[in-house]
């Protein structure tokens, strides 16, 4: 079991970093765009801004997911929850929960090929600069195999709590 809480442990703090990754990305976009509004204005061209906030852009969406899969700070609705059935609120976390890993999973093992694909072909943004494309397929890959890890533990601890009700779960240790 302590294996298993030091992997977590470990899992946490990768997902954190790639957050804190996603977060100074918005920062990097941000300055982009104030350089490329100043160079516009003293009309000095600013090639490949364009192309380096999309590749942003992309590693701010991508590397935050499992963070915030984790934290449930996700969007939902959640109205009758507190009145249903136990089993039927096991049911209604177990299916997306089980869905959700399953369909991450299949794109996870699309992405890291299509990453496979670019960097073997050496695949580029079209634009006026031609960056590689691996850095956001890399991203796109890395980040939705978190997800899909974070998915298949939120499943194991919801079927935990669900086949141990007086177990409290505080960030994957149990007590």
Known sequence: MEAIRLAKNAFDKLIKVCA??????????MLLNVVDTVFRWVEIPAYGIFEVNGLLVGINLFLGLALVQKDRKHLSVNILGKYTAKWLSFIRSFVPLTLGAVFFGWLTYICWGKLFEAIASGEVIQGLVHFPLWPLKSAFAFGILLLTIQLIIDLILEIYKWRHPAAKITDGATS
């Open 20 to 29: 804190i990754i996603s977060t100074i990305s918005i920062v990097i976009i």
